[in-house]
């Protein structure tokens, strides 16, 4: 269940208003479980999707997704989740990029560039929601960012279970303050 509708992840999102979001529509449970639900915790996260599902925000949690920021960090994050797949088609002949008669496709190097850029754009919306769940943190007591990792409110690969490589460390998305740490 996802925490975003079609119309409103076109308003948040950083594709064109009049991009069709069905090519890259599934990436967003993706998006949300890897971005949105470790900087939740579960517990609220599970909460917003509830009250989403049932058409029934609460004021709070309908705050959090506007003034809060969430939703103008989820779209970063979707955009740059699907980008890969907007540049390059999966189909059954293979991976093919897009090309029209009157446009070329970028190449790979732009979509590295893209791809930076969105992830220094998700880094400081990201910092922005932190801020603000702190701000309001008497307003949201299920909120446990990173709940399920080591405990240490860092992801998995702080303890040494991360992937294969590590992202470079101006474009680290994954790791959150503590409660407790100064964010200025």
């Known amino acids: 269940m ?7 992840l076109k308003q948040y999102s950083l594709f064109p208003k009049n991009y069709d979001l069905t090519e890259v529509i599934n990436f967003l449970d993706v998006t949300e479980s ?13 909460e917003i999707c509830e009250q989403v599902k049932n058409d029934d925000l609460s004021p709070e949690n309908a705050t959090l997704l506007t003034d809060g920021g969430l939703w103008g960090y989820l779209g970063a994050c979707f955009t740059m989740q699907s980008l890969p797949f ?5 189909s059954q002949v293979g991976v093919t990029k897009g090309k029209s008669d009157n446009s070329d496709s ?3 190097k ?35 960012p990173d709940e ?5 409110r860092k992801p998995v690969s702080c303890c040494g279970g991360g992937g294969l490589t590590q992202p470079e460390p101006r474009q680290i998305v994954y790791n959150l303050p503590r409660k407790d740490d100064n964010i200025s």
Not at 86 to 90: D, K, S, T
Request: proline share 3%; glycine share 2%; hydrophobic share 40%.
């Open 2 to 8: 996802a925490i975003i509708n079609k119309q409103y």
């Open 34 to 46: 890897l971005f949105v639900r470790p900087l939740l915790g579960t517990a609220l996260y599970d």
């Open 86 to 90: 907007a540049y390059a088609h999966v």
């Open 106 to 108: 970028v190449e790979l």
């Open 110 to 144: 732009d979509i590295t560039y893209l791809t930076n850029h969105l992830r220094s754009t998700m880094e400081e919306l990201k910092k922005f929601t932190f801020k603000w769940l702190l701000e309001h943190e008497d307003s949201f007591p299920l909120w446990n």
């Open 148 to 152: 399920e990792s080591c405990g240490c």
